[in-house]
């Protein structure tokens, strides 16, 4: 039986047959080339090294059980170095240059918009591991995780029902770039329609790489003193999470008092941060390594077996590549996921809560839950629709190929 893993990258090659270039070259070269093009110096890499290094195994484990249709696989790893520029220029010449196939990519929004023009213009296809902000639809791109309809919009229900403490007001905390920002515009729309005032809404932005938490986290302290149960909605990225965690802790910012839910960290950014003042604070994710499933055990097993490192931890970025395009496939969560005719997925959400370990306790799960690239807490979004299924339909959509509709 091939593996979910073979038939991901299977899949991968499957869909070249829109691509008459990609056909092309795959007949013509000995391998099928495929691209990595993930930051693996700056302040991207503490997120971004460890879906490289998922792509060599998985690359591994395809050419040693005989390659994709009679090929080896030849990946070809690329650094932009969290330079977001670089990614364009990166990515223009792993298509036209190296010829590869397809590009496995990206972590920040930002790096994901600034190859989007590249692929679109050269008819490439880029597989996208990262929940990110919607509000984009591409012919050219595979999202391989949540949206703001099924990720964050759940997150923050969560906060506001009982179980989550029933949280009033609201620290939008975020970096400055355009997920932080859009999903926060989405975030706020959908309190909004619950109720809550402005005045309960707090948000705030500090660059990439950010280090001097002191006054930010000061700030969410002197917002949490109302009478209201308050809590911190974070989509901080990369390694200013380390200074913002160990701040935290610093000033003695409970779980139990304001509660951090964040959505761009996971077990690997925690590697680093001592948690044991942070037990309680949440995540959000569609996947935590401690899903107890079978096909959970397996993948962690592999994944420490190929790094050679029996403590390596995995994250919800890394079982997103376990998902394929146009079949249904059982991923390490334990749920039956497809990528629809959006080019998103339908995945569960799930709160973890962080332990003295490391690891996250699981405190909520959903079912899997169908993803709307376009928020429908955004007025200016009614009426549009993202579907690549024949005859293509893509209201709104960024394809400059397609017109909208």
């Known amino acids: 039986m091939i593996t979910a893993r073979k038939r991901w990258l299977s899949a991968a090659v499957a869909v070249l047959a829109i691509f008459a270039t990609g056909v092309s070259r795959a007949k013509a070269e000995d391998t099928i080339k495929i691209g990595i093009l993930h930051s ?80 679109e213009e050269l008819n490439g296809l880029l597989f996208y591991p990262l929940e990110y902000e919607g509000e984009e639809a591409s012919y050219n791109i595979f999202y391989g995780s949540s949206v703001p309809d099924n990720k964050a919009v759940p997150a923050v229900e969560y906060l506001m029902s009982k179980s989550g403490g029933e949280v009033k007001r609201f ?77 935290l802790g610093n000033q003695g910012v409970k779980a139990t008092d304001i509660p951090v839910i964040a959505f761009s960290v996971g077990e690997e950014e925690l590697a680093g941060v001592d948690t044991k003042p942070l037990v309680g604070h949440l995540a959000a994710w569609s996947y935590f390594q401690s899903v107890n499933t079978p096909e959970n055990k397996a993948f962690i097993a592999k994944w420490r077996a190929y790094t050679k490192n029996p403590k390596r931890v995995t994250n919800d970025p890394m079982e997103s590549r376990q998902a394929m395009i146009g079949q249904k496939v059982k991923s390490p969560s334990g749920f039956e996921v497809v990528m629809g005719s959006n080019h998103h997925m339908a995945k569960p959400v799930m709160i973890g809560e962080i332990q003295a370990d490391g690891q996250f306790s699981i405190v909520h799960q959903s079912k899997a839950l169908p993803p709307k690239a376009w928020s429908p807490y955004v007025e200016a979004n009614k009426g549009k629709v993202a579907d690549w299924s024949w005859p293509w339909v893509c209201g709104g959509c960024t394809s400059p190929r397609f017109a909208a509709n």
């Open 40 to 119: 693996l110096s700056g302040t991207m890499a503490i997120s971004e090294t460890i879906l490289k290094d998922l792509m060599l195994m998985e690359v591994a484990d395809v050419n040693a059980k005989g390659g994709l249709l009679g090929k080896k696989v030849e990946p070809v790893v690329v650094d932009p170095a969290s330079n977001w520029p670089l990614f364009a220029e990166k990515a223009r010449e792993l298509l036209a240059k190296d010829k590869v196939a397809a590009v496995f990519g990206c972590w920040t929004s930002v790096s994901r918009k600034s190859v989007l023009p590249v692929f």
């Open 171 to 247: 620290v939008l905390e975020g970096t400055d770039y355009v997920y932080p920002r859009t999903s926060n515009k989405i975030i706020r729309a959908y309190l909004k329609s619950k109720g809550v005032k402005d005045e309960d809404i707090m948000e705030n932005y500090t660059p990439f790489g950010f280090s001097d938490w002191q006054t930010e986290v000061a700030a969410i302290k002197k917002f949490g003193l109302s009478g209201k149960k308050t809590a911190v909605v974070s989509t901080v990225n990369g390694d200013a999470n380390v200074p913002f965690y160990k701040e």
